[in-house]
């Protein structure tokens, strides 16, 4: 009941998010600001807030973060094969390969976490998503810039991965670890403002995942896009999920990162494939239908796990 009280709430705002679209109540203006409000200044302050508060003795699994890596660079590689066999031009490849491993951890992996685990499950997840977020875009340079059509592009590259080192989440988890290390008292005026946008950050932050779904792109590349999904939701949690029961690991410890790993196909894939020579049109179906899946896949970990 707890699976069902958690999952059909975070997609009824998604669906919410692309009603309101369809209805033109969210215009493409307003949600383009919206994303960078909660991108920059919402989910950051809600990471920071979180971790800053927490204890990393107890919160901080350094097991669970190499195992969801590794299950994330392996997920990776079985995508590069399959990629071989699939009959898609060069870039497409690298965009099919990105969307099986780039997860949407901001927006949906850690909605998922806080309304499921609760702000201690929150605070775990949030600490796993930086470090995940670091080596998945770092893949999707390397992948996207290999199956680029010029592959000439290393000063593209080393902006790009610049720009990943400097991405508002992973620097608000390594604040808020930093201010949890040294145990630095946070003040009261500060906690009462993060808490004041921690507020907004989640409920904005599905209504603009909805209001960013589009199905137009999704008819001459169904198969390719079903396969690429499939490898991102369900084959990647499944990895994930072995190695975590092989090393006996407590369900408690690594179910924030069952759920990083079977977070759907970032936004994000879109915006890096159309800035490194991929194929932006496979994103957008791939981000789509990966979203609508993972509202049953998500059910479907979250009960096994």
């Known amino acids: 009941m707890n699976i069902i009280s958690t999952i059909v709430p975070v997609f009824i705002i998604i669906f919410l998010g692309l009603f309101a679209k369809q209805i033109?109540?969210?215009?493409?203006?307003?949600?383009?600001?919206?994303?960078?409000?909660?991108?920059?200044i919402a989910i950051p302050a809600m990471i920071f807030s979180s971790i800053a508060k927490a204890s990393l003795n107890t919160q901080m699994n350094t097991g669970v973060i190499m195992i969801t890596l590794f299950s994330l660079m392996l997920i990776s590689a079985i995508a590069f094969g399959t990629a071989r066999f699939l009959k898609m031009a060069r870039s497409s490849k690298g965009t099919f390969i990105q969307c099986s491993f780039h997860g949407n951890l901001g927006y949906i992996g850690l909605a998922v976490a806080f309304y499921y685990l609760g702000d201690s499950?929150?605070?775990?997840?949030?600490?796993?998503?930086?470090?995940?977020?670091?080596?998945?875009?770092?893949?999707?340079?390397?992948?996207?810039?290999?199956?680029?059509?010029?592959?000439?592009?290393?000063?593209?590259?080393?902006?790009t991965l610049k720009k990943t080192m400097v991405n508002p989440v992973i620097l608000s988890a390594i604040a808020g670890i930093l201010f949890s290390w040294f145990k630095v008292p946070m003040p009261l005026i500060l906690d009462r403002a993060l808490e004041i946008l921690t507020g907004m950050a989640l409920p904005?932050?599905?209504?603009?995942?909805?209001?960013?779904l589009s199905f137009e792109k999704l008819?001459?590349?169904?198969?390719?896009?079903?396969?690429s999904s499939f490898l991102k939701v369900m084959v990647a949690p499944a990895i994930g999920f072995v190695?975590?029961?092989?090393?006996?690991?407590?369900?408690k410890d690594y179910l924030?990162?069952?759920?990083?790993?079977?977070?759907?196909?970032?936004?994000?894939?879109?915006?890096?494939?159309?800035?490194?020579?991929?194929?932006?049109?496979?994103?957008v179906a791939a981000i789509s239908i990966c979203t609508i899946i993972s509202g049953l896949t998500y059910g479907l970990w979250l009960s096994i796990g």
């Open 121 to 159: 499950g929150f605070v775990k997840a949030a600490i796993i998503a930086g470090f995940v977020m670091i080596l998945q875009n770092a893949l999707a340079v390397i992948v996207l810039q290999y199956h680029s059509g010029s592959n000439t592009g290393h000063p593209k590259m080393f902006d």
């Open 256 to 283: 924030p990162g069952l759920i990083i790993l079977s977070s759907p196909s970032a936004t994000l894939t879109y915006i890096m494939a159309k800035e490194i020579g991929g194929d932006p049109d496979f994103a």
């Open 219 to 227: 008819k001459p590349r169904f198969l390719n896009v079903m396969v």
């Open 243 to 251: 190695l975590f029961k092989f090393f006996s690991v407590h369900p």
């Open 204 to 212: 904005l932050a599905l209504l603009i995942i909805g209001a960013s």
């Open 24 to 40: 033109k109540f969210i215009t493409p203006d307003f949600l383009n600001q919206a994303n960078r409000l909660v991108y920059y």
